[in-house]
């Protein structure tokens, strides 16, 4: 019975990990593309960081609720 509550402990764990895992990369993901559109929008309005700047401010809240909304549904 011992051996059966480890097993089951480190799938959880196991499980968990690679649920956070996979949201921290997610966030980066999010985070990475609203820059990389900031980007885009310095090239094209001639801005010298003012794109990036604005990817980055708009990326987190954008991350932040896309990762809330990705757990929800997990849990």
Known sequence: MENNSKDSGARQALK???VLGG???FFAVVIGICIFIGSLIDDWL???YA???VGIILGFPIA???T???LK???
């Open 16 to 18: 968990a990990f690679g």
């Open 23 to 25: 949201v921290g990369i």
């Open 46 to 48: 001639a801005w010298e």
């Open 51 to 53: 794109g990036k700047l």
């Open 64 to 66: 932040f609720y896309l």
């Open 68 to 70: 809330y909304k990705q």
């Open 73 to 75: 549904e997990i849990v």
